[in-house]
């Protein structure tokens, strides 16, 4: 994915390039941009930094709540050209204010760097990362702040890598410009065992496997993405998440997993409530059919996820169930209903009003006692489960979007994950 095409200048300093990242709410304002200059200015002493900014706090929903009022359903290589420009505002102002501190600073889009994406829209994935421009700005420049969350396709069209994507463009930078470290700012002090804005006795956790941080990511747990954490995993990038306002604090380092408590049997608790579920019912039960929903789906680059076949072997049909994101309910529905009469089946059905509720942790591993309790606890709490998925390292039931915190905040008491 991430190729040098240059030999770097940094090997020939005497220090090392870090890559700090800094989430939306840390650049929401332009006091807040001041203080992630300070926190900068602080952190040259060390070596030279490529920064990675998100759009000012809530930009991203501003922008796209401005398009959905032009039209319902945006041309989304308008809607990326669009979105791309939060980011844009902010890489400016914070060069702006480092220039008026005495810093050699020097902002990038990503067309500027050359962050090439694939040829999609919303969610694209990098596929190439040019290292040149940087390189060169390093000679002359210290600090050089990059647009996270935007790519380029080879024609020259503006892409988005996904929302919470910025992770993603910092991690890529730290892997394809060999830094040092990786450090995530962000308005918590690190990776906690649930959300802590949500469940308070959550635990700060100082270490954490790649592994573990991956599954919580992807099962909802919004403090990185996913997408960030498979690179740092496949490049080896030291990473950390940290808090932007409290600087000193070390955070959660997370690497790969020889320092971790993998003794530990479950490490985290995640909800995702940008869920929702499908079904298509009385598809008939022949070898093949699978293969065409699921090729349907993938034509349309939509993800599936939990996935469940209901038999009535009498009838020889099934009920084939899964789980999407929100975002991709409308067009799933669409595809579902063309496949619907190609297939012969009957209803689809749609149901918006669910949440993942995932307990994650390596030591799960064959550990039947795990899936017992996390049902017994919802059972005792009268919290319906319309969907049970489980792999190694995670185990998750599907319940209403209003039950989802509740659920969670009993799972994390029941398995003591605010103790040590
Ligand atoms: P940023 O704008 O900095 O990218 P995000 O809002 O994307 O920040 O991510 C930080 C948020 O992630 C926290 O405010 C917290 O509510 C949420 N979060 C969810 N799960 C966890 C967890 N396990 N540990 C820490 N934070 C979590
Ligand atoms: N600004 C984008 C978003 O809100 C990307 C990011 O913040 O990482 O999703
Ligand atoms: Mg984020």
Redesign the pocket.
């Known amino acids: 994915m991430v190729s040098t095409s240059s030999t770097s200048p940094i090997g020939t300093r005497t220090k090392q390039l870090s890559v700090l990242k800094f989430?939306?709410t840390s650049v929401k304002s332009v006091p807040r941009i001041q203080h992630v200059a300070e926190i900068a200015q602080k952190r040259l002493k060390d070596g030279p930094l490529i920064i990675v900014v998100?759009?000012m706090g809530d930009t991203?929903d501003y922008l796209l709540k401005l398009a959905k009022q032009c039209a319902s359903n945006p041309d989304k290589r308008e809607l990326d050209s669009l979105l791309s420009t939060?980011?844009q505002i902010s890489i400016t102002l914070l060069s702006i204010v480092l220039q008026s501190m005495g810093v050699r600073a020097k902002s990038f889009t990503a067309s500027q760097v050359g962050i090439f994406t694939e040829s999609v829209f919303s969610k694209a994935r990098i596929v190439d990362l040019k290292t040149d421009a940087l390189q060169k700005s390093l000679l002359n420049t210290d600090v050089l702040i990059v647009a996270?969350?935007q790519g380029i396709t080879p024609e020259g069209d503006i892409t988005t890598l996904g929302?919470?994507?910025?992770?993603t463009t910092a991690v890529a930078l730290a892997a394809a410009m060999d830094a040092e470290v990786c450090d995530i700012f962000t308005d918590v002090d690190g990776i906690y065992t649930a959300d802590p804005n949500s469940i308070r006795n959550a635990r700060l956790l100082k270490e954490i496997s790649y592994e573990e941080v991956l599954e919580m990511a992807r099962l909802g747990a919004q403090v990185i993405h996913p997408r960030a954490v498979e690179l740092g995993r496949q490049y080896g990038v030291k990473l950390r998440v940290r808090n932007t306002f409290k600087p000193d604090h070390e955070g959660t380092i997370i690497h790969g997993g020889d320092k971790v408590e993998i003794y530990r049997t479950v490490s985290g608790v995640a909800v995702d409530k940008d869920q929702a579920r499908v079904a298509i019912m009385d598809v008939p039960d022949q070898p093949g059919v699978a293969g065409k929903i699921a090729r349907a789906m993938a034509d349309k680059n939509i993800v599936i996820d939990m996935i469940m076949q209901a038999v009535h072997p009498s009838l020889g049909l099934n009920n084939v169930t899964f789980t999407v994101h929100e975002t991709d309910l409308d067009e799933t529905k669409k595809v579902l209903q063309e496949l619907k009469v190609k297939l012969n089946a009957g209803e689809v059905l749609a149901d918006s009003d669910i949440a993942k509720v995932s307990l994650i942790g390596a030591g799960m591993v064959g550990q039947p006692g795990v899936a017992a309790k996390f049902f017994e606890v919802l059972g005792g709490a009268n919290i319906n489960i319309k969907m049970i998925g489980s792999s190694e390292m995670k185990l998750t039931c599907v319940v209403s979007k209003e039950q989802a915190s509740e659920a969670a905040r009993l799972i994390h008491d029941a398995f003591e994950l605010h103790k040590a």
Do not use: V
């Open positions: 989430g939306g998100s759009a991203t939060g980011e996270g969350f929302r919470g994507g910025s992770d």
